[in-house]
């Protein structure tokens, strides 16, 4: 059933896009080879979604109007922007929110949110501010996708929002099968443009946050590399010069505080400096990002226009070697993403550094790169130890790499995943070798949970209610209760039908008395030969079971 464009749907969208680009981060780094092949647009667009989608999380308090909630997103994404392709996904996003919080000024236009119009005008600012914030536009871009969305949205003769997002998806991805045929580097390389395939996926996820379905197969089954959709027969003609980074190119990038009056002049000298420029933003506040041989001149020019902050400069892949890093400690760490002090005094037992995760604040790429470089090691191994933070942990891999440090992620879904592949971590190994034996222990362990519902929802065992006892296996809802002990016996002994050898049990703040006394003598009497390890986790689930 279509639903209304509305402030809980701007929370959906920031949602499913963040998973959903997430999920496409490698393939759209894979396809990356304009205007820098540099193989990280996916890793940007999902950082500065990160960031927009923070921002939501934080208007959230009470109950926002669509417009808190759209101007929450657009100013999370200016100031949380990466690369070329977030500066004009910021940008876009921007463009939305200028109309649809003037839709939603002072509560949400009745019932249904912002109309269909308004979503109309909102994908037009939203082209038109884009191709504005670019110094040099050039097809079959992303700009290119943009304006194709909003051609679409305006023909759709549909009277909802969600049929003119609907609209726009569709014309969306036929401008994108396209951008080979306009942009010759594309052609050769044989794939759809990088930014493109991302614009797609944030407007895909628009879709299905205002639709209620899923969202549609990933990048990879959809469009991956172009293949059959080579150039046009128009794609030997002369199209506009596509900039192309010079040697010994960085890349710079900052937050700018400055007079709207300001940015013209400064888009000259900037403009004169080199390429790929994009200064997004407005009413104060401004995110630049260039290519340029000269990043003091960048940031000096910066200055004078007004008050830049957040300044990173890099250096482009492949052109020149980065600049001169903090020395390292040679050697690996481990860094284990934990829901409770008692299990992150455990995991620093064993030797990891660790981070705590506050109950329903995730860390993001951002907290965890910084995690990963203040391990101080040249090797890090990256434990999530939950299903949730996949993408964020991938992401803050991709970033610490680039900073020069060798960081793979064991793809852990539980706290006792990661203590299983911690037990079995040897820093004497080679790196590769020891990621594998953690990998394969992680995978071997089974996990459990029992928790309390929050909500009415859906689940594999049937419909719970607020306060129903869940009792969860490999992520799935097996058991609805009402007493905690008997739903964490029948999760333990369902978790046992396949054997085991050793059962862990590790216990949070609400779990009731006795809880572990009972589980012990359960397995004891049942299941001879398998030990059980008993241990406080301070976690706000009740109990997590691991069975190895």
């Known amino acids: 059933m279509p639903q209304p464009l509305d402030a809980d749907a701007v929370r959906r969208w920031c949602r499913i896009a963040l998973d959903t680009v997430g999920g496409a981060r490698e393939d759209i780094d894979a396809i990356n080879v304009y205007p820098v092949a540099d193989g990280d647009t996916g890793t ?26 759209v101007r929450g997103m657009a100013h999370g994404a200016l100031i949380g922007a990466r690369g070329n392709s977030g500066t004009i996904l910021a940008q876009l996003l921007r463009g939305m929110a200028e109309v649809l919080a003037e839709a939603g000024t002072g509560g949400d236009p009745g019932p249904g949110g912002a109309d269909a119009d308004a979503v109309r005008r909102a994908l037009r600012r939203a082209a038109a501010g884009a191709y504005e914030a670019v110094a040099r536009p050039v097809e079959g871009t992303m700009l290119t996708v943009a304006t194709a969305a909003a051609d679409a949205a305006e023909r759709a003769p549909g009277d909802s929002a969600a049929e003119v997002v609907a609209a726009a998806c569709a014309g969306a991805r036929r401008a994108l099968a396209a ?16 930014g493109g395939s991302g614009l797609v996926a944030v407007l895909d996820a628009l879709d299905a946050a205002l639709s209620g379905r899923a969202p549609d197969a990933p990048l990879r089954d959809r469009l991956g590399r172009a293949g059959g959709l080579g150039p046009s027969s128009g794609a030997a003609e002369a199209v506009a010069e596509c900039p192309v980074a010079t040697h010994d190119s960085y890349e710079v990038i900052y937050l700018l505080e400055a007079g709207d009056e300001a940015i013209a002049a400064l888009r000259r000298r900037l403009d004169a400096l080199g390429d790929s420029l994009v200064i997004g933003g407005g009413d104060g506040l401004f995110h630049v990002h260039l290519h340029t041989v000269e990043p003091g001149s960048a940031v000096e020019a910066g200055i004078e226009a007004g008050r830049p902050h957040r300044i990173r400069i890099t250096a482009l892949a ?13 050697g690996r760490a481990v860094v284990a993403v934990l829901p409770g002090e008692g299990l992150a005094g455990l995991c620093a037992e064993a030797g990891a550094a660790t981070l705590t995760a506050r109950p329903g604040e995730a860390p993001g790429a951002g907290e965890l790169t910084a995690a990963v470089h203040a391990a101080g090691a040249a090797e890090v191994v990256l434990l999530p130890n939950d299903d949730e933070l996949w993408h ?18 064991v793809p852990t879904r539980s706290p006792v995943q990661g203590l299983a592949a911690l037990a079995v971590h040897a820093p004497e190994r080679r790196f590769d070798e020891d990621v594998v034996a953690m990998t394969a222990a992680a995978r071997a362990t089974r996990f459990g949970e029992v928790d309390v519902a929050e909500r009415q929802s859906w689940t594999m065992a ?45 216990l ?39 069975v190895e």
């Open 44 to 69: 940007n667009l999902y950082l500065t979604l990160e960031s927009a989608a923070q921002a939501v999380t934080a208007a959230a308090t009470g109950r926002p109007t669509l417009a808190e909630a």
């Open 179 to 194: 951008t080979p045929g306009q942009l010759p580097v594309l052609a050769a390389a044989g794939v759809v443009d990088a």
């Open 318 to 330: 492949g052109e020149t070697a980065a600049p001169p890093r903090p020395p390292r400690a040679a």
């Open 392 to 409: 964020a942990a991938a992401a803050a891999a991709e970033q610490a790499r680039a900073d020069g440090v060798r960081v793979a992620v």
């Open 462 to 506: 049937g419909v719970c209610q607020a306060g129903d006892v869940l009792g969860l296996v490999d992520g799935d809802v097996v058991v609805i209760g009402h007493d905690p002990a008997e739903v964490a016996g029948d999760v333990l002994e369902r978790m046992l039908t396949g054997g085991g050898e050793l059962v862990t049990l590790v």
């Open 508 to 546: 949070g703040g609400t779990a009731p008395a006795g809880l572990a006394d009972r589980l012990t003598e359960q397995v004891r009497r049942g299941h001879l030969g398998v030990d059980t390890v008993v241990c406080a986790g301070g976690q706000s689930a009740p109990l997590l079971i691991g």
